[in-house]
């Protein structure tokens, strides 16, 4: 399974954007039948988990600092995942990645993801 994460850019504080994480490989309509998420990594700072989806879309966990600004859904037809980010803070800034869990509930531990993304750049300018 790829995973290609994009949609990160520059954007002032207060702005937003909308990541995409899209499946794909031999396997890759099989990520359907498994839980996504987002972490993100800041300048000298470790991995962090930011928010998850089951594999129906119907369960979600969010980090306590994105809660009521990020939303997390996914199409599963298109084994796509989105992570709309509105109200953005300077504190965002950071690569955000992909993953897929190794079963059907999304996670916020990142030793439950099977495959990850290469990432994505998103920088908030205060």
């Known amino acids: 399974v790829q995973l290609q994460a994009s949609g990160g850019g520059l954007v002032q504080a207060g702005g937003s954007l909308r990541l995409s994480c899209a499946a794909s490989?031999?396997?890759?309509?099989?990520?359907?039948?498994?839980?996504m998420g987002w972490f993100r990594q800041a300048p000298g700072k470790e991995r962090e988990f930011v928010a998850a989806?089951?594999?129906?879309?119907?369960?979600?966990i969010y980090t306590d600092s994105v809660k009521g600004r990020f939303t997390i859904s996914r199409q599963k037809a298109e084994s796509t995942m989105y992570l709309q980010m509105n109200g953005l803070k300077y504190e965002d800034t950071a690569v955000y990645y992909c993953?897929?869990?190794?079963?059907?509930?999304?996670?916020?531990?990142?030793?439950?993801?099977?495959?990850w993304g290469q990432g994505t750049l998103v920088t908030v300018s205060s």
């Open positions: 993953a897929v869990t190794r079963g059907a509930v999304g996670s916020s531990n990142a030793e439950w993801y099977r495959y």
């Open positions: 490989g031999r396997s890759g309509r099989m990520v359907s039948n498994n839980g």
């Open positions: 989806i089951s594999w129906s879309g119907g369960d979600k």
